[in-house]
């Protein structure tokens, strides 16, 4: 298995403009999660989707941010004007049921670093 | 209350040394409280976890204690390797309100170097 697959690596970008970082969760995951990592915060949880349907997006900062599941092998996070103080490290992470234990572990992809100047 | 405040934010242990990485939380409705580990350039992957039912629980040199009263765990490192070195992060995941999904809080996350 490949794991989760994030795009881009790296993204930098002029403030205003549009950024889309891309996710391709496990093959039968069924949980996707978004996580920003920055120096003074850590990892924090943006929004996860449970078979597609976002279940949980109150940490998705500002409506500036957006995310779409279409399917279940394709994630976007999208930042529409994007701003200096969204640079971050962005990682999709992916888990599944297992047992009736849910979410015991996530997996996470090697993630997208974002500039925006 | 949903915060997992972690300390210290770096640590510098020798080779062969004892590394520990604190965290503490306030929601006693979290169920399980994994640590990650992340190497420069990687995400994160489950290190090691623990439920709040056990008190401790080991893994080759990765301990975790765990202080339900207190409401505080640790990570312990036993013979720090310099190949440990990498970021730590705890977290505590909360039960669903009402459905059979759950999300982790994580901690802010501990740099730890291992001097050969």
């Known amino acids: 298995d490949a794991g989760v697959i994030q795009s881009p690596r790296h993204e930098v970008t002029e403030m205003g403009q549009e950024v889309t970082l891309r996710c391709k969760p496990i093959?039968?995951?069924?949980?996707l999660f978004w996580y920003r990592q920055t120096m003074m915060r850590g990892l924090e949880l943006l929004i996860y989707f449970n078979n597609n349907v976002p279940i949980d997006d109150s940490g998705m900062p500002e409506d500036r941010f957006s995310a779409k599941m279409p399917n279940a092998s394709f994630s976007t996070l999208k930042i529409q004007p994007s701003e200096p103080r969204d640079s971050a490290v962005y990682f999709c992470a992916s888990s599944h049921l297992r047992g009736g234990r849910t979410n015991e572990k996530l997996f996470f992809g090697s993630g997208t670093q974002l500039s925006v100047l | 209350q949903q915060q997992v405040k972690q300390s210290p934010q770096s640590l510098i242990v020798q080779k062969g040394g004892i590394s520990i990485i604190n965290c503490a939380y306030e929601?006693?409705?979290?169920?399980?409280f994994p640590w990650y580990q992340q190497f420069p350039g990687k995400g994160p992957a489950l290190l090691i976890a623990?439920?709040?039912?056990?008190s401790e629980k080991k893994e080759g040199r990765f301990t975790i204690s765990f202080n339900k009263s207190a409401k505080q765990f640790s990570l312990h490192i036993m013979d720090s390797q310099p190949g440990d070195s990498a970021t730590y992060f705890c977290a505590a995941r909360t039960p669903p309100p009402d459905s059979g999904t759950y999300k982790y809080i994580f901690g802010t996350g501990t740099r730890l170097k291992v001097l050969a």
């Open positions: 093959s039968g995951h069924d949980y």
């Open positions: 623990i439920r709040p039912d056990v």
């Open positions: 929601n006693t409705a979290f169920d399980y």
